[in-house]
């Protein structure tokens, strides 16, 4: 038996009719998103599309598939560039996605309890949008954060394995632009220490979580984009850390593309096998046509592209 998890990378404003056939035709046990609603952080909130995918989320869950969503530093853009708005738009965000968001509590979601990581993430170690964090979720700073993540996983079932699902990926998985976290944006960043921009608070709960005992099967995010800037190729989406665990990226962005007239729309694949000792089986990267049609598959676990 399998278990089938559908992992919708940042959204970036690219979320339609088209979108929503797409995961019914595919019809997963689970389907996740990892943040980033809004199209352009500088002009629009993304409250629009939050509510839509919001309603989705609870027509999807009233059918009896789980539904999990956390946000990403999108939601929080409009907050750090017009501080005159207040923090209205991440509340808002925030009450739209709490009963899915594993941020707030663990999920329990087929063979594993979904833990959720910071929300809001913009990377790295650097603690930006303090004021919010501190005024909307209560969030101190990154050792704060990360004790509340370790408390997330404390609340999780001791007999299943626990899968984090956060907006940004964790820290030391590499410092290359390419790397699944890597910092594409600044030049000579890895040379500055500032190339690996995952985050250690996130890092800090999965070495927890393995402290007492308990398996991570994978991390699914978004954040950093499949396509490097200034021209450096594509990055690495999907990785193996030293300890068995399966990261994975999901933001292939535009994740709404056009070919010959037809818009196909980006997903990632999760599946889990559900015997005594539940294990990734596979991660695949899936383009759909708007009717729902497989249009396009890539493995990228157990042959994990480099």
């Not at 004021?131 to 007999?159: C, K, N, P």
């Amino acid at each position: 038996m399998v278990f089938t998890i559908l992992v919708v990378g940042d959204v970036h404003g690219f979320w339609d009719d088209g979108s929503e056939s797409s995961v019914r035709a595919l019809n997963p046990d689970a389907l996740f998103f990892v943040g980033d609603f809004a199209e352009d952080e500088a002009t629009t909130s993304g409250v629009e599309v939050v509510e839509t995918v919001a309603k989705f989320a609870a027509v999807e869950s009233d059918s009896g598939r789980a539904v999990c969503a956390v946000l990403g530093n999108h939601e929080a853009m409009q907050y750090s560039l017009k501080p005159k708005v207040g923090p209205a738009v991440p509340i808002q965000t925030r009450e739209l996605l709490r009963p899915y968001n594993p941020c707030e509590q663990p999920r329990q979601v087929g063979p594993v309890s979904i833990v959720g990581g910071r929300p809001l993430s913009w990377g790295g170690g650097d603690w930006f949008f303090s004021h919010m964090y501190q005024g909307v979720y209560g969030i101190r700073d990154l050792a704060h954060s990360a004790e509340l993540i370790r408390g997330r996983v404390d609340d999780t079932d001791e007999q299943r394995p626990i899968a984090f699902l956060s907006h940004n990926g964790a820290a030391g998985l590499g410092s290359a632009p390419g790397d699944i976290c890597g910092n594409d944006y600044e030049h000579d960043a890895a040379a500055n220490g500032r190339g690996d921009r995952g985050d250690p608070d996130l890092t800090n709960a999965i070495e927890y979580a393995r402290s007492r005992g308990r398996r991570v099967l994978f991390v699914a995010h978004g954040h950093f984009h499949d396509r490097l800037q200034r021209g450096q190729g594509l990055r690495k989406m999907c990785v193996v850390d030293d300890a068995g665990t399966v990261h994975v990226n999901a933001a292939y962005v535009p994740r709404i593309r056009v070919e010959n007239g037809e818009r196909l729309h980006n997903f990632t694949r999760i599946v889990l096998t559900t015997d005594k000792e539940p294990a990734v089986e596979s991660v695949s990267v899936l383009w759909t046509a708007s009717s729902g049609k497989l249009i396009e598959t890539k493995n990228v676990y157990p042959a994990v592209v480099s």
